[in-house]
């Protein structure tokens, strides 16, 4: 069974993903398309971390950045100020509508360098104005904010409402059904417009299909565009309409045809999609495997009106097979009276239609409200001159200013808010402000992409997601590096809320999907058998920072079941030929997803170098507990798939990779440096040694291939970065004390982090346009991984500190408080500036049912000059020429 790979998906659309999902929001609101325009991007003004710099940026120009309360939906910030929030969208324009054209240029930054309360500069002119974006529960009321900071020449705020049908504004207020959608004070009303109907999905749910027109012929110009929606969520459209009276509603869809290698982006393996459509209370099963490739299919309903809006839905049947289940959909037309589909085909009756929607291509103006406010100009940057609050959910019972917090309590409330979370975790200091901001902000953009949920018990379950749009789900593959970077963080407690869904049985019912089966598996989707591995490395990997015995001992039995999932799927591949050899990948996983390492599915060393990992730690955790019976058939299947990997890994490197490099699989015919799957075979995995050759030459492969540092695909998507993949990759080199390509690749993932501190998961290095989520989940756990590796490490039984660090943060004096280790809570202070003797402060407090350390290490800087002393907590310890670590007692 095929399924859609997340990554590959991006590279072959990042065109249109850069335009639906990333571009400006304003131009979602304004900008029309052609009636058969490919998809284009708007120009967007480059903004960079220092305005006045005349180099062009190496982030992707399209940043974006995440607000809220850290609990549930974020709100998503563009890189020219405007806001996607919950119900509305709000764009900042000035005079000749700058936005659209080329005559403004705009910067962003981060309240005191790292909080997500986003100041946007707009110049034009002479003049500069500013505003914040910012979420806030001030005086109790959860909202999100957009306030006028200065500027002297007057501006617009456009409203955009997509989920509601008529709008009003009453006393500072825009109401809708019963509910205040925003409040503003010191601006004026202007434009008010309603909607003739709504898309009820949000737009960073969906992706947009086009086709080209000299494929349609004489077909209606819907079937040349089309929605889909990403992760199974439902297409869902709201019309109003007349209740008691009867409509035909048509809905159609155009399957791909098998020569149209031109499409911006296919649908979705039509033969594995079980579509279901409804409207009112009708509905119809479409099974597309049934349907004929480049033939529009078309269904009519004749509806009674039950009430004043009829709903219009496309979803995937709980029955199809495909794990994502994305929802398709081409064309909507509603009429009064029966027609002809074959009329409705060709598009010859369009103007009969009461509503006629081309998916994917909706007009704006027609599908949403909106409301334009005139906000008083200002110098001042005293107060806010002006305000706009979109309350997350508030009953109109009587609007006004008053229900807005005064002055500065909003941002008040949202510093402290972080503050406080931030305090609770283990604090990072190197001196270089930059890093300690990509620091604080990654744990920050963990905590903003994270969704609370509540079982029947009452009990919370935090799910860690790697984005806020088209990534707004659940992989065990992202969720285990951000478990583990918010454990790493010192962020414990938040980190055990996001684990429970890797164990806890009984989900609440969105998430029963996830849950882990009665296999034992851990299907987020299914056939990414990595999981396994990762989802066991994420649990033990809690209880070795923790100590937590007690805890270890009621998630075990997760962990048996993990554990006996790789031992019996590793043994349906035990098999010999005829002749009594054995297959390339005797005694490995099974066929699996290798994440973007190669389309459809195949054996994958990638997923058993994690099942390796996964039963090793699973080992701990059977020996901690004393359950020496499991610990024995653990270890039985752990040596057992050692042996075999090692020797597929062995067979591959020397005919695959003819002795240059790991292939990602035991055959011919891969792209030969689509193989980042191979770096985990030394990170996080451990399976090969730091020094091994097969390593050695993988590195160097990969490094010939990348492109300004940074992990670059050299077969089909050689013209892409992948940013996060980079981290691992310079773990290698860490983990080998290859200092100066660490430092290297350090230095080039930090450069490709945005002004607002975040990562895109893929730039182009044509367009810098990236595609992907962004804040991208992953990415920020990668940084809070590479940091804190740097300067606070476990390598197999030692503890490494300052490994990774760089001679400036000694000069400035690095300092790090309460870093969980699998031996013990570190602290340390350094210090060496001037001709004083290098210093060295620590403390470790090592829990009970922690291990110990077999060896503790200080790095020494690199190129200071020569130093020979080193005071280690008020000792003198001298220091011999060449000698690069100290042994700390």
Same mark, same amino acid.
């Given at each position: 069974?095929?399924?859609?790979?997340?990554?590959?998906?991006?590279?072959?659309?990042?065109?249109?993903?850069?335009?639906?999902?990333?571009?400006?929001?304003?131009?979602?609101?304004?900008?029309?398309?052609?009636?058969?325009?490919?998809?284009?991007?708007?120009?967007?003004?480059?903004?960079?971390?220092?305005?006045?710099?005349?180099?062009?940026?190496?982030?992707?120009?399209?940043?974006?950045?995440?607000?809220?309360?850290?609990?549930?939906?974020?709100?998503?910030?563009?890189?020219?100020?405007?806001?996607?929030?919950?119900?509305?969208?709000?764009?900042?324009?000035?005079?000749?509508?700058?936005?659209?054209?080329?005559?403004?240029?705009?910067?962003?930054?981060?309240?005191?360098?790292?909080?997500?309360?986003?100041?946007?500069?707009?110049?034009?002119?002479?003049?500069?104005?500013?505003?914040?974006?910012?979420?806030?529960?001030?005086?109790?009321?959860?909202?999100?904010?957009?306030?006028?900071?200065?500027?002297?020449? %007057?501006? =617009?705020?456009? !409203?955009?409402?997509?989920?509601?049908?008529?709008?009003?504004?009453? &006393?500072? $207020?825009? /109401?809708?059904?019963?509910?205040?959608?925003?409040?503003?004070?010191?601006?004026?009303?202007?434009?008010?417009?309603?909607?003739?109907?709504?898309?009820?999905?949000?737009?960073?749910?969906?992706?947009?299909?086009?086709?080209?027109?000299?494929?349609?012929?004489?077909?209606?110009?819907?079937?040349?565009?089309?929605?889909?929606?990403?992760?199974?969520?439902?297409?869902?459209?709201?019309?109003?309409?007349?209740?008691?009276?009867?409509?035909?509603?048509?809905?159609?869809?155009?399957?791909?045809?098998?020569?149209?290698?031109?499409?911006?982006?296919?649908?979705?393996? %039509?033969? =594995?999609?079980? !579509?279901?459509?409804?409207?009112?209370?009708?509905?119809?099963?479409? &099974?597309? $495997?049934? /349907?004929?490739?480049?033939?529009?299919?078309?269904?009519?309903?004749?509806?009674?009106?039950?009430?004043?809006?009829?709903?219009?839905?496309?979803?995937?049947?709980?029955?199809?097979?495909?794990?994502?289940?994305?929802?398709?959909?081409?064309?909507?037309?509603?009429?009064?009276?029966?027609?002809?589909?074959?009329?409705?085909?060709?598009?010859?009756?369009?103007?009969?239609?009461?509503?006629?929607?081309?998916?994917?291509?909706?007009?704006?103006?027609?599908?949403?409200?909106?409301?334009?406010?005139?906000?008083?100009?200002?110098?001042?940057?005293?107060?806010?001159?002006?305000?706009?609050?979109?309350?997350?959910?508030?009953?109109?019972?009587?609007?006004?200013?008053?229900?807005?917090?005064?002055?500065?309590?909003?941002?008040?409330?949202?510093?402290?808010?972080?503050?406080?979370?931030?305090?609770?975790?283990?604090?990072?200091?190197?001196?270089?402000?930059?890093?300690?901001?990509?620091?604080?902000?990654?744990?920050?953009?963990?905590?903003?992409?994270?969704?609370?949920?509540?079982?029947?018990?009452?009990?919370?379950?935090?799910?860690?997601?790697?984005?806020?749009?088209?990534?707004?789900?659940?992989?065990?593959?992202?969720?285990?590096?951000?478990?583990?970077?918010?454990?790493?963080?010192?962020?414990?407690?938040?980190?055990?809320?996001?684990?429970?869904?890797?164990?806890?049985?009984?989900?609440?019912?969105?998430?029963?999907?996830?849950?882990?089966?009665?296999?034992?598996?851990?299907?987020?989707?299914?056939?990414?058998?990595?999981?396994?591995?990762?989802?066991?490395?994420?649990?033990?990997?809690?209880?070795?920072?923790?100590?937590?015995?007690?805890?270890?001992?009621?998630?075990?039995?997760?962990?048996?079941?993990?554990?006996?999932?790789?031992?019996?799927?590793?043994?349906?591949?035990?098999?010999?030929?005829?002749?009594?050899?054995?297959?390339?990948?005797?005694?490995?996983?099974?066929?699996?997803?290798?994440?973007?390492?190669?389309?459809?599915?195949?054996?994958?060393?990638?997923?058993?170098?994690?099942?390796?990992?996964?039963?090793?730690?699973?080992?701990?955790?059977?020996?901690?507990?004393?359950?020496?019976?499991?610990?024995?058939?653990?270890?039985?299947?752990?040596?057992?798939?050692?042996?075999?990997?090692?020797?597929?890994?062995?067979?591959?490197?020397?005919?695959?990779?003819?002795?240059?490099?790991?292939?990602?699989?035991?055959?011919?015919?891969?792209?030969?440096?689509?193989?980042?799957?191979?770096?985990?075979?030394?990170?996080?995995?451990?399976?090969?040694?730091?020094?091994?050759?097969?390593?050695?030459?993988?590195?160097?492969?990969?490094?010939?291939?990348?492109?300004?540092?940074?992990?670059?695909?050299?077969?089909?998507?050689?013209?892409?970065?992948?940013?996060?993949?980079?981290?691992?990759?310079?773990?290698?080199?860490?983990?080998?004390?290859?200092?100066?390509?660490?430092?290297?690749?350090?230095?080039?993932?930090?450069?490709?982090?945005?002004?607002?501190?975040?990562?895109?998961?893929?730039?182009?290095?044509?367009?810098?346009?990236?595609?992907?989520?962004?804040?991208?989940?992953?990415?920020?756990?990668?940084?809070?991984?590479?940091?804190?590796?740097?300067?606070?490490?476990?390598?197999?039984?030692?503890?490494?500190?300052?490994?990774?660090?760089?001679?400036?943060?000694?000069?400035?004096?690095?300092?790090?408080?309460?870093?969980?280790?699998?031996?013990?809570?570190?602290?340390?202070?350094?210090?060496?500036?001037?001709?004083?003797?290098?210093?060295?402060?620590?403390?470790?407090?090592?829990?009970?049912?922690?291990?110990?350390?077999?060896?503790?290490?200080?790095?020494?800087?690199?190129?200071?000059?020569?130093?020979?002393?080193?005071?280690?907590?008020?000792?003198?310890?001298?220091?011999?020429?060449?000698?690069?670590?100290?042994?700390?007692?």
């Amino acid at each position: 069974m095929r399924k859609l790979d997340r990554r590959k998906f991006l590279a072959e659309s990042a065109t249109a993903l850069g335009y639906i999902s990333m571009r400006p929001l304003i131009a979602h609101t304004s900008m029309r398309e052609d009636s058969h325009a490919y998809i284009r991007l708007p120009k967007s003004p480059i903004a960079s971390r220092q305005p006045t710099s005349t180099a062009p940026p190496l982030y992707n120009t399209n940043y974006q950045a995440a607000i809220g309360l850290g609990d549930q939906l974020a709100g998503i910030v563009d890189c020219q100020g405007s806001l996607d929030s919950r119900h509305s969208k709000v764009s900042i324009e000035g005079p000749h509508n700058p936005r659209l054209g080329e005559h403004a240029t705009y910067s962003q930054s981060l309240a005191d360098g790292y909080l997500p309360i986003i100041t946007t500069e707009m110049s034009f002119g002479n003049d500069v104005s500013k505003w914040i974006v910012y979420a806030s529960n001030a005086n109790g009321l959860e909202a999100d904010y957009i306030e006028g900071l200065s500027g002297s020449e %007057p501006l =617009e705020a456009k !409203l955009v409402f997509p989920y509601s049908a008529t709008v009003s504004v009453t &006393d500072n $207020a825009v /109401l809708s059904e019963g509910q205040v959608l925003a409040t503003f004070s010191s601006a004026s009303v202007g434009a008010i417009s309603q909607a003739k109907y709504n898309l009820l999905t949000r737009p960073r749910h969906t992706m947009t299909l086009t086709q080209p027109p000299g494929d349609l012929k004489s077909l209606d110009r819907a079937f040349a565009s089309g929605i889909a929606s990403f992760l199974f969520r439902p297409i869902e459209y709201r019309f109003p309409v007349t209740q008691g009276r009867q409509y035909h509603v048509v809905l159609g869809i155009i399957p791909p045809a098998p020569t149209s290698g031109e499409l911006t982006n296919d649908p979705p393996m %039509p033969g =594995e999609t079980l !579509l279901k459509w409804t409207v009112g209370g009708g509905s119809v099963l479409v &099974d597309m $495997a049934d /349907l004929t490739a480049g033939v529009p299919y078309l269904h009519q309903f004749a509806v009674d009106a039950a009430a004043s809006y009829l709903h219009v839905k496309s979803e995937t049947d709980p029955s199809a097979t495909l794990c994502f289940r994305p929802s398709i959909l081409n064309g909507v037309w509603i009429f009064d009276h029966a027609i002809d589909l074959e009329k409705v085909k060709t598009g010859l009756i369009n103007e009969e239609a009461l509503y006629y929607v081309r998916c994917g291509q909706e007009d704006p103006e027609e599908s949403a409200c909106s409301v334009t406010l005139n906000l008083a100009p200002s110098t001042s940057i005293d107060i806010p001159r002006w305000k706009v609050c979109l309350p997350y959910s508030m009953e109109a019972d009587g609007p006004s200013d008053a229900m807005m917090p005064r002055g500065n309590d909003g941002p008040a409330a949202a510093k402290q808010r972080w503050e406080v979370l931030l305090e609770r975790g283990a604090r990072i200091t190197t001196g270089d402000s930059q890093l300690d901001n990509l620091y604080r902000s990654s744990i920050v953009n963990l905590m903003l992409l994270r969704t609370r949920y509540t079982n029947g018990s009452g009990e919370d379950f935090y799910v860690v997601k790697p984005g806020a749009g088209i990534y707004d789900a659940f992989w065990y593959r992202d969720g285990s590096y951000m478990t583990t970077a918010l454990d790493v963080a010192g962020q414990l407690s938040e980190a055990e809320k996001s684990l429970r869904m890797f164990w806890r049985a009984n989900l609440p019912t969105e998430l029963g999907p996830y849950e882990q089966r009665m296999s034992g598996a851990w299907e987020a989707p299914i056939d990414e058998f990595d999981s396994q591995g990762e989802a066991l490395w994420a649990l033990v990997h809690h209880f070795q920072l923790t100590g937590d015995r007690a805890w270890l001992r009621t998630v075990y039995a997760n962990i048996r079941k993990g554990a006996r999932w790789i031992q019996m799927s590793t043994t349906q591949t035990m098999f010999t030929m005829e002749q009594g050899s054995r297959t390339r990948y005797y005694g490995l996983l099974p066929i699996g997803e290798g994440e973007s390492i190669a389309e459809g599915l195949g054996y994958y060393f990638y997923l058993d170098y994690w099942a390796v990992f996964g039963l090793r730690m699973a080992i701990q955790a059977a020996t901690t507990l004393n359950e020496e019976s499991d610990a024995l058939w653990m270890k039985q299947a752990c040596d057992e798939l050692v042996t075999n990997l090692l020797t597929a890994v062995k067979q591959a490197y020397a005919t695959v990779g003819d002795g240059k490099y790991i292939p990602a699989t035991p055959f011919e015919g891969l792209p030969r440096c689509d193989v980042w799957g191979s770096i985990a075979a030394l990170y996080p995995t451990r399976f090969l040694d730091a020094d091994d050759p097969m390593i050695t030459s993988t590195l160097d492969l990969i490094r010939e291939f990348s492109r300004e540092d940074e992990y670059t695909y050299a077969g089909f998507f050689h013209s892409i970065l992948w940013t996060y993949m980079t981290v691992d990759w310079a773990m290698c080199y860490l983990l080998r004390d290859d200092i100066v390509n660490f430092h290297k690749l350090f230095d080039g993932y930090v450069a490709h982090a945005s002004p607002t501190n975040a990562w895109i998961e893929t730039i182009s290095l044509a367009t810098r346009v990236g595609a992907g989520d962004m804040p991208h989940g992953w990415a920020s756990a990668q940084f809070i991984h590479l940091l804190r590796n740097s300067l606070v490490m476990e390598d197999n039984g030692n503890l490494h500190l300052c490994r990774g660090a760089k001679d400036g943060w000694w000069q400035s004096g690095m300092r790090v408080d309460g870093a969980p280790t699998r031996f013990g809570t570190i602290g340390f202070r350094s210090s060496g500036s001037g001709n004083e003797p290098l210093g060295f402060e620590y403390t470790i407090d090592n829990r009970p049912a922690q291990s110990r350390a077999a060896h503790i290490y200080v790095h020494l800087p690199k190129n200071m000059s020569n130093p020979t002393t080193i005071r280690i907590n008020g000792v003198l310890h001298d220091i011999k020429p060449g000698q690069s670590v100290v042994e700390l007692t």
